[in-house]
């Protein structure tokens, strides 16, 4: 189940964090680069942020957030997490599909990943984000930026 997660909520946050970290340190392993800004952020900084966040919940247990900002007609998907031990079970499906629903009346969306994330790669694709371009982020290191257009709904 998707739900609105308030992560200006001292616990809630704590909690977004822990996971935020340990999904991080997934994709760092994954792309051999562990400077993810999201992977060494602290408490107050996460509070802080202008996202709204979504979360997937098991039980009571939160397994997966998302958060993302609006511009104008665009949607950035910020960040997408999911609890390791939750990975391939739907729920980033589920959370991306949830912001698409949220935002009928945005014209784009977008999303970056480590390029070597093919997981996170392959759900974005087949949701139908396209490949905009790649960009060095460190020596040996790029990002894949990718983004979905949709004619805008009333």
Known sequence: MVVPVDHRDPAVAA???ALQRAA?????EL???DGIPPLHEP???LMATELVWLGAVEGDELVGAVAYQRAGGTVDLD???IAPRAFRRGHGRALVEAVLAREPTAERFTVSTGSRNLPARRLYQALGFRVVRHRPVAPGVLVVELA???APRA
Not at 24 to 28: G, K, L, P, R, S
């Open 148 to 150: 979905l257009g949709r």
């Open 15 to 17: 909690r977004l964090l």
């Open 24 to 28: 991080y340190a997934v994709e760092a």
């Open 79 to 81: 960040r997408l997490v």
């Open 31 to 33: 792309i051999g680069f």
């Open 43 to 45: 408490l107050a900084a």
